[in-house]
């Protein structure tokens, strides 16, 4: 479900790199940060969550607000039918997460249920009704010990999980993204 590449320059890099690290920062703090007047700042910002580049929003650990069976999910689905599919789980209020795969899935979905019967509402007579799945593998989540989204932003001086190292640097200082809002939006207007 790649969208249209949304470019990135330097200083759009920069602000989503401090938002990794700090989603509550000030816009002023981030202006001043890489070095950008407010208004820029501002018009930046609101450029990238409208894109869909960046969203803020609280990290929770499920099993602090009463989600006690979250699960990944592995899916076999008909790939001719993939984005199909992928865009009906995403509408899905209990899942979290859909990405297409390599190996033995095609697609993983994240699901979050408060108790294994919700959860087998979920396998048993949700999935059961989207044609073009032909197989699912859960795994139940027992504990979390890391959940990250400070993962570093490419091209951000100083930024070792990011920066390219090993590999041959771009000599353009501007940077690519697919925008799975812009994908969406594509989708319904040809559907």
Not at 101 to 119: F, Y
Not at 140 to 154: A, C, E, P, T
Request: charged share 30%.
């Amino acid at each position: 479900m790649a969208g249209e590449p949304i470019t990135l320059d330097a200083v759009d890099r920069k602000m989503i790199a401090l938002l990794q690290k700090d989603g509550r920062i000030t816009t002023q703090a981030l202006a001043r940060a890489v070095g950008v007047s407010d208004v820029t700042a501002r018009r930046k910002l609101r450029r990238l969550l409208g894109e869909g580049v960046v969203q803020i929003v609280a990290g929770v650990d499920p099993f602090q607000i009463g989600y006690e069976s979250p699960v990944i999910i592995g899916l076999k689905v008909d790939r001719a039918r993939v984005d199909e599919i992928a865009e009906k789980l995403c509408r899905h209020p209990s899942i979290r997460y859909v990405g297409a795969a390599t190996g033995s899935s095609d697609l993983i979905i994240e699901v979050v249920s408060a108790s294994n019967h919700e959860l087998a509402e979920f396998l048993l007579g949700y999935l059961s009704t989207i044609p073009g799945i032909y197989e699912t593998e859960t795994s139940l989540v027992l504990r979390i010990y890391k959940q990250s989204w400070d993962w570093g932003v490419r091209g951000v001086d100083g930024d070792g999980a990011g920066d390219g190292a090993g590999r041959r640097r771009s000599r353009s200082r501007q940077m690519v993204v697919d925008s799975p809002k812009r994908s969406r939006s594509k989708a319904a207007r040809r559907g």
